[in-house]
T-cell receptor
Framework: GAGVSQSPRYKVAKRGQDVALRCDPI?????LFWYQQALGQGPEFLTY????????KSGLPSDRFFAERPEGSVSTLKIQRTQQEDSAVYLC??????????????FGEGSWLTVV | GENVEQHPSTLSVQEGDSAVIKCTYS??????FPWYKQELGKGPQLIID?????GEKKDQRIAVTLNKTAKHFSLHITETQPEDSAVYFC??????????FGKGTKLSVKP
């Protein structure tokens, strides 16, 4: 596709359920990022992949959050035992370059998660 | 770690006027400063960026200035139009490699 594609666009989960959010980066992009954006706030970094390697997961808020990119393309962000504070937009971004410092990254439309 | 402050949080201007949004950052090692526009229900869209070896950059009605000594950078939009209404985010490329975002400015352009 032409841009970063995320699915589902909207997800309502009951507290305690597990959710999986998918990201299809721009074809050929080496770097992939996940960000969390709470209502009225700026995006906050969660994790970074270079190809299939997860090089930075310092932003993941708890061990309930897990991300993978097994073949260096599609990525999945999984949240186990969801809690209300997990309600946010989860943004995926990709870049043709390694790292993000000094390099342009392109965002998808986001997956809106509401935990009830 | 890096911290980015953005002001104002809301900005209302008349169509045709200019709008200025300012950001400060804390990590002197940051060397990349993008600006994103986010419309309701959409992801952030890059509108302009600047790197630390440049003081100013223009793209039609949009310009960004950078003062590395003061750790300030600003977005200037001239001849604003109603379609410029959105939330604007500044960001700084952190020394750890990821982008740190400001909290955003909601710009409203009144026709």
């Amino acid at each position: 596709g032409a841009g970063v594609s995320q699915s589902p666009r909207y997800k309502v989960a009951k507290r305690g359920q597990d959710v999986a959010l998918r990201c299809d980066p721009i074809s050929g992009h080496v770097s992939l990022f996940w960000y969390q954006q709470a209502l009225g706030q700026g995006p906050e970094f969660l994790t970074y992949f270079q190809n299939e390697a997860q090089l930075d997961k310092s932003g993941l808020p708890s061990d309930r959050f897990f991300a993978e990119r097994p073949e260096g393309s599609v990525s999945t962000l999984k949240i186990q035992r969801t809690q209300q504070e997990d309600s946010a937009v989860y943004l995926c971004a990709s870049s043709p370059f390694t790292g993000s410092s000094g390099n342009t990254i392109y965002f998808g439309e986001g997956s809106w998660l509401t935990v009830v | 770690g890096e911290n980015v402050e953005q002001h104002p949080s809301t900005l209302s201007v008349q169509e045709g006027d200019s709008a200025v949004i300012k950001c400060t950052y804390s990590d002197s090692a940051s060397n990349y400063f993008p600006w994103y526009k986010q419309e309701l229900g959409k992801g952030p869209q890059l509108i302009i960026d600047i790197r630390s070896n440049v003081g100013e950059k223009k793209d039609q009605r949009i310009a960004v200035t950078l003062n590395k000594t003061a750790k300030h950078f600003s977005l200037h939009i001239t001849e604003t139009q109603p379609e410029d209404s959105a939330v604007y985010f500044c960001a700084a490329g952190g020394s750890q490699g990821n982008l740190i975002f400001g909290k955003g400015t909601k710009l409203s352009v009144k026709p």
